[in-house]
């Protein structure tokens, strides 16, 4: 595993610390200032085979903010930070940028792993690098590596162990795995349990109730999932919410009950249906954008700015 490249030196120094607050308060400002022309939502959005990643408002449905990925990059995680800035991981590794598009850090990772997923959590960044083996990266606020916990998931190629990882309420970590499977590790890296969830796992979201929202890739299909009962309690197929689902990919819930999916119609998908969609509680469509709607590419990872959601 390589040592993140970070672009500032002397982290714990207090003069450093002063210069990123005034670069993270100008970048505040400078959101806020294209904000001004923004009229609905806003979400952070990336994407399998989009080279960027961007900010759009739900009304206009035009990104307000852009940033352009690594050459050869590949982007299914991304965080809208609290300091106001924008992480996201990039298949060779993972970086922070400010609202005017400055590297604040960058970590790499070596060749043959990819970094498919980063989130943030208690002030640390946690990445899913797939590999052999694979392995979760616990970077500090400025990049800076802290710890690396190894683990094998029982399949060969990188890319088709995971996407998004989730930290558990335990301190525990839990890996969505493409074969269907959810994984429990501990600090150790030691897997605790498995869980048989079924379909092609994207990402995990921690329902208050206990459940999990669990999308099902090639499947077509997301699930809410009792762990403690081991099983499917609900599905939501393209017959419930009235849309064509793809690859399903990321799929956020929000505390008052709608729910944002990422329908990613690169496998196959009918590029005439929405790439993005806002359900009620009831499974009606309020909201919606396709691939006719300007400077969007294919969206897979979604993150409400400012939303309450459930993660």
């Known amino acids: 595993m390589s040592r993140a490249v970070c672009l500032f030196r002397n982290t714990h120094s207090k003069r450093l610390m002063k ?64 300091n106001g ?31 498919q997923s980063i989130v943030e959590h208690k002030g640390k960044f946690i990445l899913g690098v797939c590999g052999n083996p694979s392995s979760i990266v616990v970077l500090d606020r400025f990049g800076g590596e802290k710890s690396v916990i190894e683990f094998e998931t029982g399949i060969k190629q990188p890319h088709a162990q995971f996407r998004q990882i989730r930290v558990a309420s335990n301190g525990n970590y839990l890996i969505p795995l493409l074969n269907g499977k959810v994984m429990e ?23 208050p109730d206990g459940k999990w929202l669990v999308p099902q ?17 609900k599905k939501y197929t393209s017959e419930d919410v009235g849309i064509k689902l793809g690859f399903v990919a990321q799929v956020v819930r929000y505390k008052d009950g709608n729910t944002l999916v990422c329908n990613w119609l690169r496998h196959g998908g009918d590029k005439t249906q929405p790439m993005l969609f806002l359900l009620d509680a009831q499974n009606n469509v309020v909201w919606s954008v396709d691939k006719s709607d300007k400077g969007i590419g294919d969206i897979s990872a979604v993150e409400p700015v400012g939303g309450k959601f459930f993660k």
């Open 19 to 82: 210069h990123i607050r005034k670069i993270l308060f100008l970048s505040l400002a400078l959101f806020c200032s294209s904000s001004l022309f923004a009229k609905g939502e806003q979400y952070l959005v990336s994407g399998s085979g989009w080279d960027k990643v961007a900010i759009i408002d739900s009304e206009t449905k035009r990104p307000v903010w852009v940033a352009s990925l690594p050459e050869g990059g590949e982007c299914n995680s991304v965080v809208y930070t609290k």
């Open 217 to 233: 890739g090639d499947a077509h299909s997301f699930v809410e999932y009792d762990p403690q009962k081991g099983e499917v309690v």
């Open 85 to 115: 800035a924008v992480a996201f991981s990039y298949s060779r590794g993972a970086q922070m940028v400010d609202m005017t598009g400055r590297v604040l850090w960058d970590y790499k990772v070596d060749e043959g792993e990819e970094v």
């Open 185 to 207: 590790l501990n600090e150790e890296g030691e897997c605790v349990k498995t869980y048989e969830v079924g379909g092609g796992l994207f990402s995990l979201t921690q329902l």
